[in-house]
């Protein structure tokens, strides 16, 4: 122990021997300074200030190849320390002259037992806190998918642990997110305490807000809608008409829905809805018309009049020839309401359903 | 806090110049500072208990706001799913004629087959335009048109109120509740959707251009002879607030002086649940979004106000022993 760290204790110097030092220090550098590199209490008092040196030990491997640097001097500026091998010695042995007066370190710690006994408290606590540490961290990983990470997550009460059936969350008067705190002010919900702050509005405050709403909006609500430029019929009153652009891209004023009918509509609950109790039958009418001028038998075989119930569904196939009368212009003729053709058939299996009554 | 309610009463401003605003919000205030005298629980939160229903059936409640994207439809899909949770029979009207997407967010889009437009011309019954949930089956969904059918603009609000005379007298009873979802805007979809409505929810955000706009509506709704107007203030944000970058729920209330219905914080899980078609109240394990939108729809339910609103806590401390995991 004792030969390493006087081997330890040598190292820097034998190291460094044959290179050329050079030392950075902001106050500038002389041999007078390099011989008082001493690690003693005037050095330490002196660089406690502003003056603190920063040194750098730079090695480099042959001698001549800083010999053609420049030397700079100068308060504040890098010097680099070119000397002849006289002076370099006698650096050099100057620094020997520091590695032997420190102690080693080992003879440090056996001038004073107390503060070995110290050190040797702290190692050993150290040790102890970082075996703990690990100790509590092992635990709390090995806990990971357990029960305790269900009553964590909400799945299980604590006080239902020997409880098998898990708790439901389709029941919305039970929410174990939620844990009310002891004085009945705060509420622990979602991992996050929250307490509670009483509303301040009074009822006279919500009158106040009224009467400044009611002066500020005159406002009725707009039952006629036209455009701009027609003319306001008599009987209503301006304030509830509402004008719209007559090059409005989406909005219609134009309505050709039958009121009555339509209303008639909504408060049907039972039966056939009007539109396809109409196509029902107007087809009814044709085939009865049909049958008055020809036989059933013939009615069957007719490929013409098979052709006037087709619907001309195939797009990619090439168009057959117009016919000026043919029964899907009679429908569009009785019914004068708009729809989109799109929808009614997901839902033909009930309409059909109901028209097998008729 | 005077010169905010001068402000607020004198006819010359609808609502405080924005700067003041501004200021106001961000002054710190001191009745959050201040520890309010503790209320109780069961005003911010009612539990273990049936919530019961008050007022005449149907309840025609029109849910709106004026801007656009502050959380009408959500609010309509979560509480009409909670109400159906609570065992009360809601049909939920979309009433956007053009842009409808509570389909779409109760994941029924695929069933939408027949409208109100359909039972106008003729094409279906209303019974078989309204489509049944089918995880909560006392909800049903009525979509007013089709994306590109279009509806004469002074038929809407007569075809609604029809609609919902029509609810009010069918063979299996009324609805409890008809909620009707509004398009943004005081335009054509507006007035459609206000047409039958006893009652309003009025859904706002905690910022100023939203405010504005809730302002104007809940004038234009109280002109209209709607009296029940409730707010829900949405994607509040209880850290913002405790840093002073977001107004606070009570702010926003003194601003508008409405009573509150509920206050929803911002949480990641509602645009999940709008791309899952799977709306929030039914989620599990539940979310703090979805919770507060069930406290929300119980509260519509009893027709109850919240009397006191919940401020996040400075999270603890973390102790010696946190080191060790602890």
């Known amino acids: ?358 | 806090m005077a010169s905010l309610s001068h402000a607020l009463s004198s006819p010359q401003y609808i609502l405080p110049p924005p700067a003041l605003i501004r200021r106001q919000a961000l002054a710190p205030r001191r009745h959050l500072r201040r520890r309010a005298p503790a209320a109780a629980i069961s005003a911010a939160i009612q539990w273990n208990r049936k919530p019961q229903l008050a007022g005449e059936t149907p309840r025609v409640v029109v849910v709106t706001s004026g801007k656009g994207g502050v959380g009408k439809t959500t609010t309509t899909a979560n509480v009409g799913l909670s109400l159906a949770r609570f065992g009360f029979a809601v049909v939920a009207v979309d009433a956007d004629a053009g842009l409808r997407n509570l389909d779409l967010l109760l994941g029924l889009e695929n069933r939408v087959n027949y409208t109100a437009v359909e039972v106008l011309n003729g094409d279906c019954r209303l019974d078989q335009a309204l489509v049944r949930d089918r995880r909560c089956p006392s909800l049903e969904l009525l979509c007013i048109s089709k994306p590109r059918s279009k509806l004469p603009l002074g038929f809407g609000a007569k075809a609604l109120t029809w609609v919902v005379d029509a609810l009010r007298s069918r063979p299996s009873g009324p609805p409890h509740f008809v909620l009707i979802d509004c398009p943004a805007g005081i335009d054509a979809g507006f007035i459609t959707a206000i047409a039958p409505a006893n009652e309003a929810v009025l859904v706002t955000t905690p910022d100023i251009t939203a405010l504005r706009d809730a302002d104007r509506v809940t004038g234009l709704l109280e002109c209209d002879g709607i009296r029940d107007i409730k707010m829900i203030v949405n994607r509040v944000r209880t850290d913002l607030i405790r840093g002073e970058d977001m107004m606070s729920v009570l702010d926003v209330q003194e601003m508008l002086g409405l009573a509150l219905l509920g206050v929803i914080p911002e949480d990641s899980e509602v645009i999940k649940s709008t791309n899952r078609g799977y709306p929030l109240v039914l989620n599990k394990p539940p979310t703090i979004a979805g919770l507060a939108f069930e406290q929300a729809a119980w509260r519509l339910v009893e027709q109850d106000t919240m009397t006191a609103v919940m401020v996040e806590e400075e999270p603890r401390k973390k102790g010696f022993f946190s080191f060790f995991g602890g």
């Open chain 1, 1 to 358: 122990m004792t030969s390493m760290t006087k081997a330890l204790s040598l190292l820097p110097f034998q190291s460094i021997f044959p290179q050329i030092i050079s030392i950075r220090d902001v106050k500038g550098w002389n041999s007078k300074t390099l011989q008082s590199f001493r690690l003693d209490s005037r050095w330490l008092r002196r660089t406690r200030g502003d003056s603190r040196p920063l040194i750098s030990v730079r090695a480099s491997g042959d001698a001549l190849d800083s010999s053609g640097d420049s030397e700079r001097a100068g308060d504040g500026t890098p010097v680099e320390v070119e000397g002849n091998r006289l002076d370099l010695e006698r650096k050099l042995g100057s620094f020997r002259e520091l590695g032997n007066a420190l102690p080693p370190a080992v003879l440090v710690i056996k001038r004073n037992s107390v503060s070995k006994f110290a050190i040797a408290l702290y190692i050993a606590f150290a040790f102890l806190a970082i075996a703990a540490r690990q100790i509590m961290l092992k635990k709390k990983n090995h806990h990971q998918g357990s029960v305790a990470d269900l009553v964590r997550r909400g799945q299980l009460r604590s006080d239902r642990r020997g409880i098998s059936k898990p708790m439901k969350y389709d029941d919305p008067f039970n929410n174990p997110f939620i844990k009310f705190g002891k004085g009945d002010s705060t509420i622990e919900m979602f991992g996050k305490v929250y307490r509670l702050a009483s509303v301040t509005l009074t009822k006279e405050q919500q009158s106040v807000h009224q009467k400044r709403r009611s002066r500020a909006y005159q406002w009725k609500r707009p039952t006629i809608f036209l455009k701009e430029g027609d003319p306001i019929p008599p009987d209503v009153d301006p304030e509830t008409v509402r004008w719209i652009p007559a090059n409005h891209p989406f909005a219609t004023t134009a309505s050709d829905i039958d009121e009555d009918v339509a209303q008639h509509n909504v408060y049907q609950k039972h039966g056939v809805p009007f539109r396809v109790k109409a196509e029902h039958e107007a087809l009814q009418r044709k085939l009865e018309s049909l049958q008055s001028e020809q036989k059933l038998n013939e009615v069957a075989l007719d490929l013409n009049n098979i052709r006037d119930f087709e619907r001309p569904f195939k797009t990619s196939m090439k168009p057959q020839d117009p016919e000026p009368n043919s029964s899907a212009n009679q429908q569009n003729g009785l019914l004068t309401l708009k729809s989109d053709e799109e929808t009614g058939t997901s839902d033909g299996e009930s309409f059909s359903g109901e028209l097998k009554k008729y």
